[in-house]
């Protein structure tokens, strides 16, 4: 496809963590927040279950390796506000969520920094197995340096060079996952004894930089072979990663005119890279307060609001930027100088963002915004309203749908399935069921498989670069 498809629905995924604060920092303190309950599988199996009523696309569960220090160089703040950790690793949860749905995708997050990618990629095929084809891989390659410390480096690898070690790492993932074993490889012959053909399995013979991997595949094909590769980097290198790699694009904007213009520039590299404008699905961030009227809504955003911890939010913002937010007064700004070392399009986007068009936010004033969703948009009114609006964001800057945070969980999700979801489908901008398949599938609708001309299809055996 080449142009922009006006007829196509308004996306939606859920944005959540294995953790008590992820995006909004002292709203576990809500009484009706049940973040806290992110130990109970429970949990994780009723929000599976309200996103499927809702036909969301997935849920995105992100993941950290490490503790938001950089503010003020300790974990004090972040322990106390609950901020990212404690944490659990979000794969053990996917098995349980994929047991009570038939339809609901899930995006993991796992780094490529401190696992080798051979283990790595039997557990992601493990998963798409136990999902029948429902599972996404989040690519990151961190910002966080406890996470480099307690890992026996001293800080994380430079910026850039991060992409270029994840290159690597997903080559590895690619050859083993599309040109080890073919896709008849499988005989199951009960009369000969014979379960997998030798001759079809073979060697990935990966020598390179970083990693030496000679011999086959563990796991035999799963249904997408290669999970749907999600990734969120917006910074020119991690751009092109996502333009040679990524099916699905999560970004922060936190307004429209940045977000259009970052959705241009996706596109734009995707079709550098050899693919179609929309072989990539783009999803912006966005916090949803509803209700059933506009003044319910409200009411019930500056109940949240006043839930907001600053000091948490501030950890997270360090974090985020890899600046030491507690050197600056709370009224400070910014400025063009600052290099960061961590998520470079979140410190970018926080010098664009403004209350009006030539001032840049306080300190203060981010921590504000962080206080109720995090990074992105917040949108509060009634359900119609809101659907509005969506619609709006995505014809306005062809994004293709919304990476939706919580305020409190799973409260926020429950009212965007209650209040939005119907609005949205009575517009006909929503779909009323899924796809049949594979999550690659629901997301493009042409089969299970990577296309041909996404960078892993070169390194499947009848492409003769892996014998």
């Given at each position: 496809m080449t142009v922009k498809d006006p007829q196509r629905h308004v996306r939606l995924n859920a944005f959540d963590m294995n953790c008590v604060v992820h995006q909004s920092p002292g709203l576990w303190r809500h009484p009706q927040d049940q973040a806290d309950r992110y130990n109970d599988l429970e949990y994780w199996t009723h929000l599976a279950q309200v996103l499927e009523k809702g036909k969301f696309d997935s849920l995105f569960i992100a993941d950290v390796l490490g503790t938001y220090d950089v503010f003020g160089s300790t974990n004090e703040i972040p322990l106390s506000a609950g901020a990212q950790v404690p944490v659990n690793d979000p794969i053990l949860l996917v098995s349980a969520m994929a047991a009570v749905t038939k339809n609901l995708g899930f995006g993991i997050t796992a780094g490529t920094a401190y696992e080798h990618p051979y283990p790595f990629a039997r557990r992601l095929a493990t998963l798409d197995h136990l999902t029948k084809g429902r599972v996404g891989w989040n690519v990151v390659t961190g910002y966080l340096p406890s996470a480099a410390r307690n890992m026996g480096q001293e800080d994380q690898l430079e910026h850039d060079e991060r992409y270029n070690h994840a290159d690597e790492y997903l080559e590895v993932v690619y050859k083993l996952l599309e040109g080890s074993w073919e896709d008849d490889a499988v005989v199951k012959d009960r009369e000969s004894g014979v379960y997998t053909d030798p001759s079809k399995v073979h060697e990935i013979r990966?020598?390179?930089?970083?990693?030496?991997v000679p011999g086959i595949a563990i796991t035999e094909p799963s249904p997408q072979r290669t999970p749907v590769i999600f990734q969120a980097g917006a910074s020119a290198r991690g751009m092109r990663f996502a333009a040679e790699n990524a099916e699905a694009v999560f970004v922060?904007?936190?307004?429209?005119?940045?977000?259009?213009?970052?959705?241009a520039k996706i596109r734009d590299a995707a079709e550098a890279a050899g693919r179609g404008r929309y072989d990539i699905r783009i999803y912006a961030m966005q916090t949803v307060i509803t209700a059933a009227t506009t003044e319910e809504a409200q009411a019930k955003y500056r109940d949240y609001a006043s839930y907001t911890d600053i000091n948490g939010s501030l950890a997270l913002l360090s974090g985020w930027t890899g600046i030491d937010m507690s050197q600056f007064d709370l009224d400070d700004v910014i400025g063009e100088d600052v290099k960061s070392n961590a998520i470079q399009s979140s410190v970018e986007n926080f010098k664009k963002a403004s209350g009006d068009a030539d001032k840049p936010w306080t300190i203060r004033q981010m921590a504000q915004w962080i206080g109720v969703g995090g990074f992105g948009p917040v949108t509060v009114g009634s359900g119609a309203e809101v659907a509005d609006k969506l619609i709006e964001w995505v014809d306005d800057t062809d994004v293709d749908g919304f990476n939706l945070a919580y305020a409190i969980t799973p409260g926020t999700f429950e009212d965007v399935v209650e209040f939005v979801v119907p609005q949205l489908q009575a517009r006909g901008s929503y779909p009323t069921d899924y796809e049949p398949?594979?999550?690659r599938n629901k997301l493009f609708g042409r089969g299970d498989k990577l296309p041909e001309n996404h960078k892993a299809a070169g390194f499947r055996l009848h492409n003769s670069l892996v014998r």
């Open positions: 990966h020598e390179g930089q970083h990693f030496k922060s904007s936190p307004t429209k005119e940045i977000l259009t213009s970052t959705v398949g594979t999550l």
